[in-house]
């Protein structure tokens, strides 16, 4: 019953930009504050941005100025909009509920910073 479906990664160029969307039912959307996470090889899995449903928004150190949150209430969707991408943002990234709920994680979708 419960669909979180992370889409719009790929492989891109250092300095390059990327917008992912995370799909989301409407009775989760409307009521809960949504975020991004992400796992890189070799590391545990961490928070990237989240937004509530007023639209206010935080980030973590490491993407803040370059990735944007937002809410496309028309469409009940979470995006990220990632830019000046670097090499360490090579992950796979998910979208979840803040707090996140264990039975919500999807299969992410990877992104791929890379000459």
């Known amino acids: 019953q419960v669909q979180l479906v992370e889409s719009g990664g790929g492989l891109v160029q250092p300095g390059g930009s990327l917008r992912l969307s995370c799909a989301a039912s409407?009775?989760?959307?409307?009521?809960?504050?949504m975020a991004w996470y992400r796992q890189a090889p070799g590391k545990q899995r961490e928070f990237v941005a989240i937004?509530?449903?007023?639209?206010?928004?935080n980030y973590a150190d490491s993407v803040k100025g370059r990735f944007t949150i937002s809410r496309v209430n028309a469409k009940n969707t979470v995006d990220l909009q990632m830019n000046s991408l670097k090499p360490e943002d090579t992950a796979v990234y998910y979208c979840?509920?803040?707090?996140?709920?264990?039975?919500?994680w999807g299969q992410g979708t990877q992104v791929t910073v890379s000459s």
């Open positions: 979840n509920t803040f707090p996140q709920r264990n039975n919500y």
């Open positions: 409407r009775g989760i959307f409307s009521i809960n504050t």
């Open positions: 937004i509530t449903t007023a639209g206010r928004t």
